[in-house]
């Protein structure tokens, strides 16, 4: 398959950074190529240079995964997946969070309306999220 994913996702603390590597990792056994910010940016040192890699990791992708946990989704998370919208890039978004507020199911509505297919588990949650991935893009599951 080996379609081009970009992994949106908040990545600012030791937890939030080893889940995203190693949902990154499933997915990528799964038969996605995946650009993981946290490790493509590893090394550069202004938020231009960064910038800049992202910006070339969201303009080659072919869909976005965003994780949107928390009671607030990540600002940076947020810019990518309305680049990604805006770009016609699907975006496929995650919430693992257990937090519910209104009719959104605790997503922000324009991240929730905007996003090509949701994704709400807790467990095998690479499986669910390749299944929603092959359902967006209509490719065939291995």
């Known amino acids: 398959m080996s379609t081009r ?33 946290q490790v493509r940016c590893a090394g550069l040192t202004t938020s231009q240079a960064i910038y800049g890699r992202c910006l070339e990791g969201l303009t080659q992708a072919e869909v976005v995964v965003a994780i949107l946990d928390g009671a607030d ?32 199911r ?5 991240l929730l309306h905007s996003a090509a297919a949701t994704v709400e588990a807790k467990t095998h949650l690479a499986t669910h999220i390749h299944e929603a991935l092959c359902s967006v893009l209509a490719l065939s599951k291995p």
């Not at 970009?6 to 650009?35: C, H, I, K, M, S």
């Not at 605790?106 to 324009?110: E, K």
């Open 106 to 110: 605790g997503f922000n509505a324009m």
């Open 73 to 104: 989704a990540d600002s940076g998370t947020c810019w990518e997946c309305g680049y990604a919208v805006g770009q016609n890039i699907p975006v496929v978004a995650v919430r693992t969070d257990f937090r519910q507020s209104g009719d959104t």
């Open 5 to 37: 994913l970009y992994f949106a996702a908040p990545l600012f603390t030791a937890a939030e950074q080893a889940f995203n590597a190693q949902l990154a990792q499933q997915l990528d056994q799964l038969g996605w190529r995946v650009f993981l910010p």
